[in-house]
């Protein structure tokens, strides 16, 4: 049974697909999850190991060095950094890109930390993995209205259990709680005066604070528990603990030291809205599943409902997406219905009104439909879905066109409706199918690849080979039944400017066909030498008006002078024209407000300020102050002010790597580099993470000395530790929840230098002063000691000036470094856009052999020929000619939209090319000379052609103009590339035709081989 027969017999159940389909894409657009942009795998995790008390060197030795040996065995990890401080390890673990089941990843890295674990020292905390860091609050909120940190959190911890029962709350992250713990501060005068230390008092605690179950009593009927009460459970039963002193007195505990809950110290990370102390709730969605604008709603509803509850106290919205998500795709939807109406009005123009209106009906219907199972898989609405549909758009009428022309054009040679309807569909139905194949067989590549880059801008390859299916399907199994009631013969319309363009063709063919191919040939070889002269950029930065400033002092820094010096600059950012509000996080960088702005591991010595500006214009206001002021009134600080960025997040458009295992050559190395880096124009804000040291007191104890007396070096060194950080002493219950007592002075970690030659251990009562034991000598000690992928290494970051490109920064650095070479066996690894940019592409290219493979199947399946293949695939590179030049012209440098562009191009200029051959053919088998053929195929082709190009130009002219800073280069590109492909389509395919081909023998069914001769043909 034929098609058409099917599809007549059918046609009721078609008419009705269509519609549901189409009912199903409107349902989808009401009810599918919405986002800004896509969400990207779990594949970045920061591990984070703590041993107080322990050095940087001895961090590296007994966890640093242990872990990494354990973690180099699991293979899914891509890149390993780790930083040894005073404390603490922290490991930034990023999975390889081919990774999409993480969860099992993060599985096998835990049982490696759990081998690791085995060889640690006793004293080492638990490990703490967050596999979530690529997680982004849909909304921040700022609790405040007191300076009291621990009623602010106390607050926020209940607003935290009031908002996880809004409906798509994942769970809710808090920053800026200070740890509380219970504060025994002794007074040194009365210990000393009584000749009892700190540990008397921690033995005293723990053995009246143990929480010893009282066990059941059975009498018969019943259990009976009994509570023995051996906690502390009032701050009033532990003043009036009794302390018994050498002499057996009892005091109590108050008359020895203050007792207070207060922040643990040293002080943990702290947030500020606009000056005003806060603690801020970051509220994470659950992902893929939640319409970011309809949950704002909800949560703004809730947030109504208990405000009351917890006046005087504000809750603020501090950051709130689904403004933006709204804002975004109601812009990128208006750019969409604008797209549809200029194609619907071009093919209005050019087919007539009752044609045109038919090829524009296909827009709605594809446009539905391609949503419809997009849902049906598990899409999500964000940008990069609706650029995919815009880009679509103009290609996705081609197929119509040609069905509806065809249907036309055997109406207007007297045939019957259904007749033409029939040989319209077998005729084309095959071709059809194979220009299809070859346009997705293009985006295939894109579709296939991994990596960040991939899951960011997949939305667009999968967007539009659903719409080409769609197109395919609608045009070959639905338009011609429409056609069949809806049209009639009429008079051929032309595409204007196409007949008199064709005709110049023609004679280009007959008289200068060879110098017209020569003449290409010239000019993509000057475009290709344009190549490494071309501005790269892998992404540009983002649209929105807000700038990031980080702010980080030398190592050793508290966080009280981080945060004195970022209150300085939040205040004076505030004061300026143009700032709306500042958002301060003070020992980590915070939350992170947007998809590509990366967070560094807490530190006290870091601080990050989010500011958001009137205008988008501002932002350059801002940094450009940064830049010229700020900075030289905080010569301590290290200043990088930049605006969001788009695509993966990065560190820093410039980053290079130096790796060596002596600590001197690096830092020799890294003095040079920095030098050579300083001396290009271009950069800003040039900046290392180089250990400069951290001051530390060595303390050297004479064993001699100290074993005379009876004492240990465990005792000397936890003296020390008590009078400074202080002695845990267990547990207290606070609200049901247990925090640390800890005995220890007055002056905690303020204490004075001069302070710790002086304290003292008691032995049989008598004071004896530390420094009879031990002699303490300033010094310097590593402070940080970072490591990739286990090799040493230091960090070379830079930013870029307007109009600067990473590529010819790093080119001009290398050939520095060329002249002035770098230690013998110093590596140098690239990281930031250019690592980005070489990671994207490389996932292209290894994809790349798929699409080659299919797109060639498709044009052997059409053409059965050798020769013609080649002369498709020979039009390839005529995707890339237009768009240089179209760069150049509009000042935009060569980045990954770009390449989005070239892709998109290969699959129309492919099909362009596979549309001329066909009449080629045609008209060669039917008895023309090639050179006839030719000819007719371009009168024939050129308006269907110019015609597709036009809808393609014009449905993204929207796109182009638009205020976004992603898109109108990914539009330009296509735009001028496709103007100038077009026109070398038209030249370089008649003329490889005249040059390749040859008149085929008259064709006999009893000839034997002739379809062998044909295929090579």
């Known amino acids: 049974m034929s098609l058409y027969r099917l599809l007549t017999r059918y046609q009721r159940f078609v008419f009705g697909f269509a519609i549901l389909m189409m009912l199903a894409g409107l349902v989808a657009y009401g009810s599918m999850a919405r986002q800004e942009d896509p969400s990207f795998p779990y594949r970045v995790g920061i591990l984070k190991v703590v041993f107080p008390g322990a050095s940087a060197d001895q961090i590296e030795k007994l966890i640093t060095e242990p872990l990494e040996e354990e973690l180099a065995q699991v293979e899914e990890i891509k890149q390993l950094e780790t930083i040894s401080r005073d404390n603490v390890a922290v490991f930034t673990i990023q999975l390889q890109d081919r990774i999409y089941d993480t969860d099992a990843a993060w599985d096998r890295v835990r049982r490696a930390m759990e081998r690791a674990q085995r060889a640690f020292p006793d004293g080492v905390s638990e490990m ?198 709204k804002q975004r795709l109601d812009s990128l939807q208006v750019s969409l219905m604008i797209s549809a109406g200029i194609i619907a009005v071009i093919v209005l123009l050019a087919l007539g009104w009752r044609t045109g209106l038919l090829v524009a009906l296909v827009l709605p219907v594809v446009a539905l439909i391609t949503l419809a199972v997009y849902n049906m898989g598990g899409g999500i609405l964000h940008q990069i879905a609706v650029i995919g549909i815009v880009i ?48 997705i067989a293009a985006f295939i590549p894109l579709l296939l690849s991994k990596g960040g880059t991939a899951d960011f801008t997949r939305g667009i390859p999968v967007m539009i080979v659903l719409a080409m299916i769609t197109s395919y399907v609608i045009s070959v199994f639905l338009l011609p039944l429409v056609a069949f009631y809806w049209l009639k013969p009429g008079k051929q319309k032309a595409v204007p400017g196409s007949h008199w363009i064709a005709e110049k063709l023609v004679v280009l063919q007959q008289h200068y066909s060879k110098r017209a191919l020569l003449g290409v040939l010239g000019l993509m070889v000057v475009v290709m030498a344009m190549v490494p002269f071309m501005k790269m950029q892998f992404f540009p930065s983002a649209d929105r008006n807000q700038v990031v400033i980080d702010l980080e002092l030398p190592m050793g820094s508290p966080v009280d002078y981080t945060a004195e010096l970022s209150e300085r600059l939040e205040q004076q950012l505030l004061a300026r024209d143009g700032v709306k509000s500042v958002m301060r996080s003070v020992g980590m960088t915070g939350f992170r407000y947007f998809y590509n702005l990366s967070s560094l591991p807490d530190a006290p010595n870091r601080a990050r300020l989010m500011v958001n500006t009137q205008t988008f214009a501002d932002n350059r206001k801002v940094i450009d102050w940064i830049e010229r002021e700020a900075k030289f009134q905080m010569p301590e600080a290290t200043l990088v002010a930049k605006p969001l960025g788009q695509g993966p997040p990065l560190p820093a458009p410039i980053v290079i790597r130096l790796q060596h295992a002596d600590k001197d050559v690096l830092t020799a190395a890294t003095h040079q580099a920095l030098k050579a880096l300083y001396e ?77 030659p002086a304290l003292y251990l008691y032995q049989e009562q008598q004071p004896i002063p530390i420094q009879t034991m031990a002699s303490i000598q300033a010094a310097v000690a590593d402070s940080e000691i970072y490591r990739f992928n286990g090799v040493p290494t230091v960090n070379l970051y830079s930013e870029l000036q307007p109009g600067a490109a990473f590529n010819q920064i790093l080119a001009e650095f290398f050939a520095r470094i060329e002249a002035q070479p770098l230690p013998a066996g110093v590596k140098v690894v690239l990281g930031g856009e250019s690592e980005g940019s070489h990671d994207a592409n490389a996932a292209i290219l290894k994809t790349a052999p798929i699409g080659i493979m299919v797109m060639i199947f498709f044009m052997l399946l059409e053409f059965n020929s050798y020769r013609r293949l080649l002369m498709v695939l020979t039009t390839i590179p005529l995707a890339a000619v237009g768009i240089l030049p179209g760069l150049v012209l509009t000042g935009s440098p060569f980045g990954f939209q770009s390449l989005l562009g070239v892709i998109a191009l290969v699959g129309i200029v492919v099909n362009n090319a596979i549309v001329l051959l066909d009449v080629v053919d045609t008209e060669m088998h039917g008895g023309k000379s090639v050179l006839e053929a030719v000819q007719q195929a371009i009168r024939q082709r050129t308006a269907p052609i110019l015609l597709t190009t036009a809808t393609t130009i014009l449905g993204l002219l929207p796109l182009a103009l638009s205020s976004s800073t992603l898109w109108p280069p990914l539009a330009w590109a296509v735009i001028s590339g496709l103007a100038m492909s077009t026109v070398l389509t038209l030249i370089v395919v008649p003329g490889l035709c005249q040059l390749l081909l040859r008149q085929p023998p008259p064709q006999h069914p009893t000839q034997s081989g002739s379809t062998l001769e044909s295929a090579t043909a």
């Open 128 to 325: 703490e993995l967050d596999d979530r860091r690529m997680d982004i609050p849909t909304v921040v909120l700022s609790v405040m209205g007191d300076n009291d940190p621990i009623l602010l959190a106390d607050a926020a911890e209940e607003i935290k259990q009031h908002l996880l029962t809004v409906p798509g709350v994942s769970r809710i992250e808090i920053n800026g709680a200070p740890e509380k713990e219970l504060v025994i501060a002794t007074d040194e005068t009365v210990l000393h005066q009584l000749g009892i230390n700190r540990q008397i008092i921690v033995q005293h605690l723990q053995q009246r604070n143990a929480l010893v179950p009282g066990g059941l009593i059975n009498n018969g009927k019943r259990f009976i528990r009994i509570n023995t009460q051996s906690d502390v459970q009032q701050l009033n039963d532990l003043a009036l603990l009794p302390i018994t002193l050498p002499n057996g007195q009892r005091v109590p505990l108050n008359a020895l030291a203050s007792i207070r809950i207060e922040p643990r110290e040293p002080l943990a990370a702290q947030t500020f809205h606009n000056g005003e102390r806060t603690v801020s709730l970051g509220v994470i969605t659950v992902r893929g599943q939640t319409d970011t604008i309809a949950f704002g709603e909800g949560l703004r509803q809730k947030l109504q409902e208990i405000r009351p509850q917890f006046a005087p106290l504000e809750i603020r919205e501090a950051f709130f997406q689904p403004t933006y998500v």
């Open 680 to 756: 290009i124009e271009g950069t800003r804000t040039i900046r290392t993470n180089m250990d400069t040291g951290i001051a530390e007191l060595q303390l050297n104890i004479d064993d001699y000395s100290s074993a005379e007396l009876g004492i240990q070096r465990p005792q000397i060194t936890g003296e020390i530790f008590g009078q400074v950080r202080g002695l845990d002493a267990g547990q207290y219950r606070y609200s049901n929840d247990p925090i640390t007592m800890r005995v220890r002075s007055l002056s905690g970690e303020h204490t004075g230098l001069d302070r710790v």
């Open 392 to 439: 679509s758009l103009g290609i996705l009428v081609d197929n119509a066109i040609v069905i509806v022309e065809s249907i036309e054009t055997q109406l207007r040679l007297g045939l019957s409706r259904a007749e033409a309807v029939k040989q319209s569909i077998a005729q084309l139905a095959m071709p059809l199918f194979s220009s299809t194949g070859t346009t």
